[in-house]
């Protein structure tokens, strides 16, 4: 599943190839019910939900919650790819809910 919508978040509607949005410790993800900021917090490596509004911590997200010690963010639609300090590990994340989608092997 995984490399199935890496594969198609990579094709423009055309059919030409686009880049995927660059790694980073910080997204912006709005819908019509939430206005987050998604920061990585490069001392305790955990996912932090701010609301963008505002300012206030609305959530954190670490090992008790899946999610390993983050290193990097990349928004892609409502999907949420955090990658982990070990190892090129991948957690995907469904927005709005935060929880990690199990995602099958090959």
């Not at 305790?44 to 899946?66: I, Q």
């Not at 991948?90 to 990690?100: E, M, N, S």
């Amino acid at each position: 599943m995984l490399a199935a919508l890496l594969a198609w978040s990579c094709l423009g509607a055309s059919g030409e190839t686009t880049e995927l949005p660059a790694a980073n410790q910080l997204a912006h993800w709005r819908d019509a019910g939430h206005d987050w900021l998604l920061v990585v917090d490069p001392q305790t490596r955990e996912l932090v939900v701010y609301d963008a509004s505002d300012g206030r911590p609305l959530r954190r997200l670490g090992a008790g919650d899946g999610v390993p010690p983050v290193q990097s963010v990349v928004l892609q639609g409502s999907w949420l790819f955090v990658m982990g300090v070990r190892h090129p590990r991948v957690r995907l994340l469904k927005l709005p809910r935060l929880q990690p989608v199990a995602v099958d092997k090959p």
